[in-house]
């Protein structure tokens, strides 16, 4: 079997677009062979299940995190985006999101509780691809609920830390409602940038924040909204 790593915005295999459905089917993973039940998986019956298709991105967000002394969550999530590992769209911007604002918030000096980022990954990555449109939830916004409910150690039982993490996640999930086909890249600077702000306001945390980014990422995204895209770059195209 060949894997084109270059191609995964479509399968992965074969390199065809990716068929989105309604109706879960049951479908083998190719490479750990468990079996999952799947809306997202190839016509020509290829299947990769969530775990594999994020493992090398998330590698690449432990090493970058692991290395860098940013304190601009903007700046690191362009950075892990950019590695050839990271796929066009998928689950794995679920994890990064909240590990990303945690390790910033770290970096710029404030106590975050014992393993922080590690959590945020753990938790991040049991947010399955393709929620946005099967359960109403940008899985990126969830990212920032989870980041604020690691930072506060809120729990089901907690009152304020539970609130305050349900919030956010409102607060993110608010600003993308943008009428467009899902992009994991426009949802996960988003997702950031609300951050960044219900951090400020609400928890007393200020991150540095770099100016608005020019995508690059228009030709790999069939379903790019273009002009109504608030990263969208005319003379990358
Ligand atoms: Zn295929
Ligand atoms: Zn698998």
């Known amino acids: 079997m060949t894997i084109d790593m270059q191609s995964r915005e479509n399968c992965a295999v074969c390199g065809r677009p990716l068929v989105y459905g309604t109706e879960e089917v049951t479908k083998l993973c190719d490479f ?12 020509e019956g290829h299947y990769i299940c969530d775990t594999c298709h994020s493992s090398a991105a998330l590698d690449i967000l432990r090493e970058v995190l692991n290395s860098t002394n940013s304190a601009d969550p903007t700046a690191i999530l362009e950075k892990v985006m950019s590695h050839p ?12 999101v909240p590990a990303i604002i945690v390790a910033a918030v770290k970096n710029a000096g404030y ?8 959590k945020t990954i753990e938790r991040g990555s049991k947010v399955p691809g393709g929620w946005c449109g099967s359960h109403g939830v940008c899985g990126a916004a969830i990212g ?19 609130s305050l993490a349900n919030e956010a996640t409102v607060f993110a999930l608010g600003r993308m409602l943008d009428d467009g086909p899902r992009c994991c890249k426009r949802a996960s600077r988003t997702a950031i940038e609300a951050a ?26 069939r379903e790019c909204i273009k002009e109504a895209c608030p990263y969208y770059d005319s003379t990358s195209v």
């Open 85 to 96: 590992s990271v796929p066009m769209h998928g689950p794995e911007h679920h994890a990064m």
């Open 32 to 43: 750990c062979g468990k079996e999952c039940p799947a809306l997202i998986y190839c016509p």
């Open 196 to 221: 960044v702000e219900f951090l400020k306001t609400r928890m007393d945390i200020h991150l540095d924040l770099n100016e608005k980014v020019k995508c690059h990422y228009t030709t790999r995204n």
């Open 111 to 118: 106590p975050v509780p014992e393993g922080a980022v590690e």
């Open 144 to 162: 920032v609920g989870t980041a604020v409910s690691v930072l506060t150690g809120a729990t089901p039982l907690t009152g304020r830390a539970r």
